[in-house]
């Protein structure tokens, strides 16, 4: 029994099966191989690093997730962080929140601790909480533009071990 390009009730709803199916048939009527090489491969190259760190957070009842609002102040409230960082103005400091003394850091989100920029961004253990010499950032609650700006571009954070700062 011969098969057409009828998908009409009467050809028994079987098309190109005995060809490999419809990839198959794509197959034999376009340049498959042309496709692949011609194929954008910007989603191949991997995931996106900014989106990445911000995985762990996924999936997660807002109640579980240490560094919420009620447990940071606005940049912008902090003087002397003003003064310490000049480089930022006003309006950039309304974007930052800072994780209040004592606020639990959630195991494997990454920070940045405004006090140590040189420190660069880090993924934190279960046992790390916010203290009165940090300014910890939490990069799930900062926009893309102003981590970038806080701790370079390409920064990988590094895991955070026993008896490292905080």
Do not use: C
Not at 125 to 134: F, L, P
Not at 136 to 165: C, F, I, N
Request: hydrophobic residues 25%.
């Amino acid at each position: 029994m011969s098969r057409t390009d009828d998908h009409s009730a009467g050809d028994g709803r079987h098309p190109y099966s005995e060809q490999g199916g419809t990839q198959a048939r794509h197959a034999q009527t376009h340049d498959v191989r042309r496709e692949e090489a011609t194929r954008s491969k910007a989603q191949d190259q991997g995931r996106d690093e900014f989106a990445d760190d911000l995985v762990s957070d996924r999936g997660r009842a807002d109640q579980d997730r240490a560094g919420e609002i009620g447990d940071s102040i606005p940049a912008s409230d902090d003087k002397q962080l003003r003064t310490e960082m000049p480089g930022l103005h006003a309006d950039d400091l309304k974007r930052l929140s800072i994780l209040k003394a004592g606020t639990q850091l959630d195991q494997g989100s990454v920070y940045v601790d405004l006090n140590d920029l040189e420190r660069g961004p880090f993924k934190a253990m279960g046992d790390q909480e916010a203290s009165d010499d940090t300014r910890y950032v939490a990069k799930r609650d900062t926009d893309y533009e102003m981590w970038g700006r806080l701790v370079g571009q390409g920064r990988s954070a590094v895991v955070e071990r026993p008896g490292d700062h905080g």
